[in-house]
């Protein structure tokens, strides 16, 4: 075969699939953080507008409001802590795929 043929001057397939990869992982990071954002801010919302119906219908205002809101709060950070683990899990596997055990 020779060198000289249609494809010698193209680079190999595998050149271009590292940067569809990396471009693939931004948005997907993005995609989930922004997911994230949403979970925290309906939790929240959620928990206190829930308290405050509550106390409404049993006229315990504002105790229940901020049981609805500490709960929303807690709701959140077990979301980021999840969170957190699954990035830190990826990472940890990132870095054991790596020879040197160095990160990109």
């Known amino acids: 075969m020779s060198e000289d ?3 010698a001057d193209s680079p190999p397939p595998e050149a271009d699939s590292g ?3 990396e471009e693939v992982s931004t ?10 954002g949403w979970y925290v801010a309906i939790s929240i919302a959620g928990g206190a507008l829930l308290g405050a119906w ?5 006229d315990t205002s504002p105790a229940l409001v901020l049981v609805g809101l500490a709960v ?18 990826r990472a940890a596997a990132r870095n054991d795929a790596e020879p040197d055990g160095a990160a990109k």
Do not use: E, H, M, Y
């Not at 993005?30 to 994230?36: A, E």
């Not at 929303?72 to 899990?89: C, D």
């Open 27 to 36: 948005l997907l990071l993005l995609g989930r953080l922004t997911g994230f």
């Open 19 to 21: 940067q569809k990869n």
């Open 54 to 58: 509550l106390d409404s219908q049993f």
């Open 72 to 89: 929303g709060i807690a709701v959140a950070a077990l979301g980021l802590v999840r969170l957190i683990r699954a990035f830190g899990g």
């Open 5 to 7: 043929g249609p494809g």
